[in-house]
């Protein structure tokens, strides 16, 4: 039996669907806080909340393979995940494959800590684990296009940094078939077959929507508070400007194509999400 915790998330959906397709939805059960935001999806859905241990338990009882997918509580992420960890090995689960960040063990962005410690909780739990260390999303940076557009420009603290990012679907793909076929052990550095600038980004964007759209590259204290200045608050923005500026030391470039040798197929270049989204 397979399960996906935080299988109600953007990640966990697609996973899901990518299991389902390769072992059959009987043999896959989604875990979620909130099941009922999983109805319709064919496949048997238990209650597991990361911050009520007595709940998880009961929801890994009969899980073979477990996709541990990091919590999106930044700050309290450790305590979650070590209770998932704890909870399955009590249940010997045989195999945890978990949500990482790329190059977790020497990343200098600022989230890369609590996926390090999680890491270090998974060596020390004696379960057998696989690291799906994720670069970012292609959808990280199309998801507000239209004020960019609007204004011609996009803001941020990457400087010529190298971003190799894929999408959601690409790193659900893998996540899949590493919970399918990994051995334990593994450490996996997932990222794009293709890699861009946010210069390169903004002229991607400028050529597809017919319109000026330029790249303006600020400090990071600057770009926090430009974050702060549309209404986001104070920590994420923080966070946010932090990650920015950490990948203009091209902390979220990989050149290794383990993606898409995972996948089998190249991963989606930035340019094909750019354009659904425009659509």
């Given at each position: 039996m397979y399960a996906v915790a935080g299988a109600s998330g953007q990640l966990g959906r697609l996973v899901l669907a990518e299991l389902v397709a390769k072992v059959g939805a009987g043999n896959v059960v989604a875990l979620a806080r909130d099941p009922a935001k999983l109805e319709g999806s064919g496949v048997a859905v238990r209650v597991a909340d990361y911050d009520k241990p007595e709940t998880l338990a009961p929801a890994l009882s009969g899980v073979e393979r477990l996709l541990l997918i990091s919590g999106n509580a930044v700050g309290a992420r450790v305590p979650q995940h070590a209770a998932v960890i704890d909870a399955a090995k009590a249940a010997r689960v045989g195999l945890i494959a978990y949500t990482s960040i790329l190059h977790a063990d020497t990343s200098t962005i600022g989230l890369a800590q609590e996926h390090r410690e999680t890491e270090a909780l998974l060596r020390a739990s004696g379960v057998p684990f696989v690291l799906l260390r994720n670069g970012w999303y292609n959808e990280n940076y199309t998801g507000a296009l239209a004020p960019a557009i609007a204004h011609g420009a996009i803001l941020g603290a990457a400087g010529q940094g190298r971003i190799a990012s894929a999408t959601r679907a690409d790193y659900a793909a893998a996540a899949a078939q590493a919970l399918i076929g990994a051995k334990g052990g593994e450490v996996y550095e997932l990222a794009?077959?293709?890699?861009?600038?946010?210069?390169?980004?903004?002229?991607?964007?400028?050529?597809?929507?017919?319109?000026?759209?330029?790249?303006?590259?600020?400090?990071?204290?600057?770009?926090?508070?430009?974050?702060?200045?549309?209404?986001?608050?104070?920590?994420?923005?923080?966070?946010?400007?932090?990650?920015?500026?950490?990948?203009?030391?091209d902390q979220l470039f990989d050149d290794s194509r383990t993606l898409s040798a995972l996948i089998g197929r190249p991963t989606t270049p930035i340019a094909q999400t750019i354009a659904a989204a425009l659509a």
């Open positions: 794009g077959d293709t890699a861009f600038t946010m210069a390169e980004f903004a002229a991607e964007v400028a050529r597809q929507a017919g319109k000026p759209v330029a790249y303006v590259d600020m400090s990071k204290a600057d770009y926090a508070a430009a974050l702060e200045g549309v209404g986001l608050p104070g920590f994420l923005a923080q966070m946010l400007a932090n990650s920015s500026f950490e990948s203009s030391k």
